[in-house]
Every structure is written in structure tokens, then in C-alpha cells.
């Protein structure tokens, strides 16, 4: 189900700029018994994306309100907001977007979630590389060719998810996911200065190791880094929190870091 700018309804304009350009962000929340878990972080990276894209003045409160709408009594399920710049002239100067659009939408859980979250995934090395642009590394915008090409070649294997590097060969993230390794006390999850979308679980997930004896490090490191890993997590605010059993040859008996953030996340 979708709602255009308030209204129910499944029809953009052509001349819409995310259509025309992916001139946009958006965000991807969970629903649990029609609460949206960390709304506020939701609207938060939201903003944030709204303000490095410049785009026009958003109305949050709607925003808000319309997410909330769009939960309702749902007892499990996902709710994606996208804020496009909306129409304008033809080429690329945003002079006339004065409105955003914002598009609201409700869909079914993912199933397989439930799955995995027991039995552990498999992670396959992507072929394709995250181009570096430190202008928009962090941002969830609208223009994903990247990830769509990273899921079509994950489809051509028997793993769960992508091992994602950037063009420089360091590890950024997944298809769809943030990545986290152990080793010992030591937590790493890669650097995003360059490349890669910063999640909101895993926000979630750096903050509940606030204050634990775990080390948290933002580090930029190749893919051999995770031979000697104890144990791997990839996360997302639907997940939300995953571990991994392999990745590429490399096997991971461990669940300590996993047991101890389930009940946060």
C-alpha cells in the first residue's frame, strides 16, 4: 500500500526527479504490534540525507505522522519512506523543486528473517566494487545500481549475502546489510568516510557496546582481515542482526558478540 504526499495512492508523476535522476533518500523501518522501531533514528538519517541532497524544506511532522499512519495495527511488517526532490524543469538544475515528494509504504515482512536469525547465513565475496564518493558515503539516496547489480550476481550463488568491497579493495559492507567482526574483545565494522550506507542498527549496535568491555574500531581493511575473525554479524533495521557461519572459506563456530547484542537489538 502506498500514500503520495499524504494521499492514498500508487501513481508518480514522470517528471518526479527521483524518477528522473534518483534525486532522493529514503529509509526502511521495522513495524512490531504498529510501532516503528527507532522512529527517531529513522527520521534522523532522514533529515541528515535531506540536508547533504539540499533538498527543499520537508514537512517532518507529516512525515511522522504519516509513517505512523502507515504502521497502524500492523502486527509485523515494513514501512519505506522516500523524500524525492519532487518535479521541475527539464536537466538537472533543482531550481523550481520547491516541493518534496514524500512516499510512504507498507509491506509484508520478510519471512526468511526468522530463519536465518536461528540458523545463521552465508556470505559470498560481490564481484562488483562500491564506487568512492566521501560527498554522499553514509547517505541512503535513491541511486542503488550498485546493490542492484550486487543482488543479481548473489543470486548466481548459494549465499545468503554479499561481501561488498569499494574500488581501493576494502571491506565497506553488504548488499543489504552493515558488517561487524570479532576478534577477542575487539569489534570492528568498517569505515564509511568513502563508501557504504551508515544503518541505523548499526548505530544500534555501536551504541550498545557503549560502555562494555568490548573495543569498538572504525577501521578501513581488506577482506583477509575476517580469516582470523572469531565470529561475523551483518545487520539492518529489519534483520536486524544476523550471524554468520561462512564467509567466502572462512567458518565461524562463535556467538558470543551476537548473544550478547540480541536482547538490544
Request: proline content about 4%.
Amino acid at each position: 500500500m502506498y500514500w503520495i504526499n499524504g494521499q492514498q495512492h500508487d501513481a508518480l508523476a514522470v517528471g518526479d526527479r527521483g524518477l528522473q535522476f534518483g534525486d532522493g533518500c529514503f529509509t526502511t523501518a521495522r513495524v512490531v504490534e504498529g510501532k516503528i522501531d527507532l522512529l527517531p533514528w529513522h527520521l534522523e538519517r532522514l533529515q541528515q540525507a535531506a540536508r547533504c541532497l539540499l533538498l527543499p524544506e520537508v514537512d517532518w511532522a507529516s512525515v511522522e505522522r504519516e509513517m505512523l499512519h502507515a504502521a497502524g495495527s500492523t502486527a509485523l511488517g515494513v514501512v519505506k519512506v522516500i523524500l524525492t526532490r519532487g518535479s521541475g524543469g527539464r536537466g538537472y538544475s533543482p531550481v523550481g523543486c520547491a516541493a518534496p515528494t514524500r512516499i510512504v509504504s507498507r509491506s509484508t515482512y520478510p519471512i526468511h528473517y526468522q530463519q536465518w536469525r536461528e540458523e545463521g547465513i552465508k556470505l559470498a565475496l560481490s564481484p562488483i566494487q562500491l564506487a568512492r564518493s566521501p560527498l554522499l558515503a553514509g547517505v541512503k539516496h535513491l541511486n542503488r545500481l550498485e546493490q542492484v547489480l550486487i543482488r543479481a550476481h548473489l543470486e548466481q550463488t548459494d549465499a545468503d549475502e554479499a561481501l561488498v568491497l569499494d574500488t581501493a579493495g576494502m571491506l565497506v559492507e553488504c548488499c543489504a546489510a552493515n558488517l561487524f567482526w570479532r576478534k577477542g574483545r575487539d569489534v570492528f565494522t568498517p569505515c564509511l568516510n568513502h563508501a557504504g550506507v551508515a544503518g541505523v542498527m548499526r548505530r544500534k549496535v555501536m551504541a550498545s557496546l557503549t560502555a562494555t568491555d568490548y573495543r569498538l574500531h572504525h577501521v578501513s581493511e581488506p577482506l583477509e582481515t575476517l580469516a582470523d575473525a572469531d565470529e561475523v554479524l551483518v545487520c539492518n533495521a529489519l534483520m536486524p542482526l544476523l550471524s554468520v557461519n561462512t564467509a567466502q572459506s572462512w567458518c565461524y563456530h562463535s556467538r558470543q558478540l551476537y548473544d550478547f547484542l540480541r536482547p538490544y537489538c
